[in-house]
């Protein structure tokens, strides 16, 4: 996922493969930022856009930290970062199927380090969706739909593996690393599969369940893991089963009792859902490897939590700027709370941001 990151002042390493990006410089805190695609890296004016990084370092606002960009050649540099003196290094790099150089560079870089790493790369190199579903199954509670990786370019391959796993259709299919909805379709069979592929493409598929509620609507709930607190994000409604942040205004906005409904759930810092529903989500939480990271689920109509997929890529801004929606900004304040407890530093101010 694409994003922006602010750039200060230089970290005293330079050049086309190593752009170092501190903050206000003298601070414990780095964040480590990066990508497999240099192409992809964006630079305009005093912002960056990088592939494979979330947003969540929003929250902390202009805390003070020095921030360091990986390339896959990184190692081909006369120098390297020394950061033994840091007590705290954020990976930030958390697409694992665009990024497998950086996130490789940066586990070597970390080795023996004595600083506290939050988001190690070995545990975001581990969640992919197909990953996650394999070590989420059989959560009490956690409907898991199987997943399995396909390879462009070994179509008759594919047909046999779904046949083989006896994977359930309909089937979403997506290339790996591709977030927000993006889906190349809908499969029917394994030949409609076969016949989407493309040869230069790796794709994950996975089993569609249903999960429309008895109105006949679908809702998608996020939340996101800080250390062991929860942050209840969202709940977006739709007509239609690929829920998107855009129905907010197309069939949200008008309707006052979903409006009400989504609310409500904000009556707690963590979701005001059900007991049963938050039981599901420690039970995800222990299993999961990573630090932070987000969730994002459907309801089904026997009442357990129907995975759509869990990873630290998910952003956390923005929020629509109607303020009928307002009261969804409630969660900035518990989240920065949580990501400054996780960080180990101070509480500062709450203020959004």
């Not at 506290?116 to 992919?128: G, L």
């Not at 989500?281 to 994002?296: E, H, N, Q």
């Amino acid at each position: 996922m694409t994003d922006h990151i602010s750039h200060h002042n230089s970290f005293g390493l330079a050049g086309a493969e190593v752009a170092a990006l501190p903050g206000s410089g003298n601070s414990s805190l780095l964040f480590i930022v990066g990508t497999d695609q240099p192409d992809r890296l964006k630079v305009d004016g005093n912002r960056f856009s990088l592939a494979g990084t979330t947003d969540l370092y929003k929250l902390l606002g202009p805390e003070p930290h020095d921030r360091l960009q990986l390339t896959p050649n990184y190692f081909r540099q006369a120098r390297q970062a020394e950061l033994g003196g840091y007590s705290c290094i954020l990976n930030l790099i958390t697409e694992p199927e665009e990024n497998s150089r950086v996130l490789e560079n940066l586990r070597k870089l970390l080795k023996g380090l004595p600083g506290k790493v939050v988001n190690h790369p070995d545990a975001v190199r581990r969640s992919t969706r197909d990953q996650v579903a394999k070590l989420l199954a059989g959560t009490p509670g956690l409907a898991v739909p199987r997943a399995v990786r396909l390879r462009g370019s070994k179509p008759a391959y594919a047909v046999q593996l779904i046949e083989r796993t006896g994977l359930t259709f309909p089937l979403i299919l997506r290339r790996i690393g591709t977030h927000t909805g993006k889906i190349v379709g809908l499969m029917d069979s394994a030949q409609d599969v076969a016949a989407a592929l493309e040869s230069d493409g790796e794709y994950i598929a996975t089993e569609f369940v249903d999960f429309a509620s008895s109105d006949g609507l679908y809702r998608k709930y996020r939340v996101f893991f800080f250390g062991d607190q929860v942050i209840f994000r969202h709940m977006l409604v739709s007509d239609g089963w690929n829920v998107h942040g855009r129905d907010r205004s197309r069939v949200m906005a008008e309707r006052k009792d979903l409006l009400e409904e989504e609310e409500r759930l904000f009556d707690r810092p963590d979701g005001a859902f059900p007991p049963e529903v938050h039981e599901v989500l420690r039970a995800v939480r222990k299993r999961m490897a990573l630090d932070f990271f987000g969730i994002d689920f459907g309801l089904t109509q026997d009442r357990r939590l129907l995975l759509f997929e869990a990873n630290s890529t998910m952003n956390f801004f923005p929020f629509l700027a109607d303020p009928r929606f307002d009261y969804v900004k409630r969660c900035v304040s518990p989240a920065r709370l949580a990501f400054r407890k996780l960080l180990g530093l101070p509480a500062g101010r709450t203020v959004e941001p």
